[in-house]
């Protein structure tokens, strides 16, 4: 069976809130546990990358030798990525869970797929790159406008700060979309610019309010978003199966 036909499931974003939470409310233990894991397995790859980081790009004095820097910031990148990548399936695979009425186990957590991860990869870095590449013609079309006109240079600039905003919001469920939807990340933009373009506007506004909830969150005690994460990634959940259905398309849950 295929993806909801575009246009036929409307997103409430009161239910969705409602839904994420009871969701977690159903785990919040292991939803926790398994976030301060990942964090804790994280640290030392982000050491890592800013360390290189101030000694590479700011000029700071090094601590070793300067090609051990740069195999630090390979293992750093690579070693955040993949705990990115096994963080991002084992909460979303757990919200899941949780969402069809099943408390998820710690196991169902940190179980690491690779077939999962690397369609969440593909579908990441395709959206970053059709970023970067619209990016580079608005610059290059608004450096030649520029040649003309001063006051040109900033219109493809303005398109493109359009564009993205509007690709970025089409793309709030591309974790989900990645894991349960679709197995190619061409696909995947795909059936996110089609499933939420209907509702865009209703899109938008859910992606201000997860915003703000994460900054008040954030303001208050920088702890609570331990907490927080895992709630909104229930909540985007629940909001990704309002609008494109509770069917696993890629038989994620039942290995």
């Given at each position: 069976?295929?993806?909801?036909t575009p246009g036929?499931?409307?997103?409430?974003?009161?239910?969705?809130?409602?839904d994420?939470?009871?969701?977690f409310?159903?785990?919040?233990w292991?939803f926790v546990?398994f976030?301060?894991l990942?964090?804790?397995i994280?640290?030392?790859?982000?050491?890592l990358i800013s360390?290189a980081?101030l000694?590479l790009a700011?000029?700071?004095?090094?601590?070793?030798?300067?090609?051990?820097?740069?195999i630090g910031?390979?293992?750093g990148?690579?070693?955040?990525?993949?705990?990115?990548?096994?963080?991002?399936?084992?909460l979303?695979?757990g919200?899941w869970?949780?969402?069809?009425?099943?408390?998820?186990?710690?196991?169902?957590?940190t179980?690491?797929d690779s077939q999962?991860?690397?369609r969440?990869?593909?579908?990441s870095?395709?959206?970053?790159?059709?970023l970067?590449?619209v990016?580079?013609i608005?610059?290059?079309?608004g450096?030649g406008?520029?040649?003309?006109?001063?006051?040109?240079?900033f219109?493809p600039?303005?398109a493109f700060a359009?564009?993205?905003?509007?690709?970025?919001v089409?793309?709030?469920?591309?974790v989900?979309?990645?894991?349960?939807?679709?197995?190619?990340?061409?696909?995947?933009?795909?059936a996110?610019?089609?499933g939420?373009?209907?509702?865009?506007?209703?899109?938008?506004?859910?992606?201000?309010?997860?915003?703000l909830?994460?900054?008040?969150?954030?303001?208050?005690?920088?702890?609570g978003l331990?907490?927080?994460a895992?709630?909104?990634v229930?909540?985007?959940?629940?909001?990704?199966?309002?609008?494109f259905?509770?069917?696993?398309?890629?038989?994620?849950?039942s290995?």
């Amino acid at each position: 069976m295929g993806l909801p036909t575009p246009g036929t499931n409307k997103l409430s974003v009161l239910r969705a809130i409602e839904d994420g939470w009871q969701a977690f409310c159903r785990a919040p233990w292991p939803f926790v546990l398994f976030q301060v894991l990942a964090l804790l397995i994280m640290a030392p790859f982000i050491g890592l990358i800013s360390h290189a980081v101030l000694h590479l790009a700011l000029g700071a004095p090094a601590l070793i030798h300067p090609i051990a820097e740069k195999i630090g910031l390979v293992v750093g990148l690579v070693g955040y990525v993949v705990v990115a990548l096994w963080t991002a399936v084992g909460l979303t695979r757990g919200a899941w869970t949780s969402l069809e009425g099943h408390k998820p186990s710690f196991s169902s957590f940190t179980r690491w797929d690779s077939q999962a991860s690397g369609r969440l990869f593909g579908s990441s870095i395709l959206l970053v790159i059709v970023l970067v590449v619209v990016g580079a013609i608005a610059w290059g079309i608004g450096f030649g406008l520029g040649k003309l006109n001063a006051a040109l240079f900033f219109i493809p600039l303005v398109a493109f700060a359009i564009f993205k905003i509007w690709l970025v919001v089409t793309q709030q469920f591309l974790v989900p979309m990645s894991l349960f939807g679709v197995k190619r990340p061409v696909e995947t933009l795909q059936a996110g610019i089609a499933g939420v373009n209907p509702s865009w506007w209703t899109v938008l506004w859910f992606v201000i309010v997860e915003s703000l909830v994460a900054g008040v969150a954030y303001l208050f005690n920088a702890g609570g978003l331990l907490v927080l994460a895992p709630v909104l990634v229930c909540i985007s959940t629940a909001a990704y199966r309002q609008l494109f259905g509770s069917q696993d398309h890629t038989g994620i849950m039942s290995h």
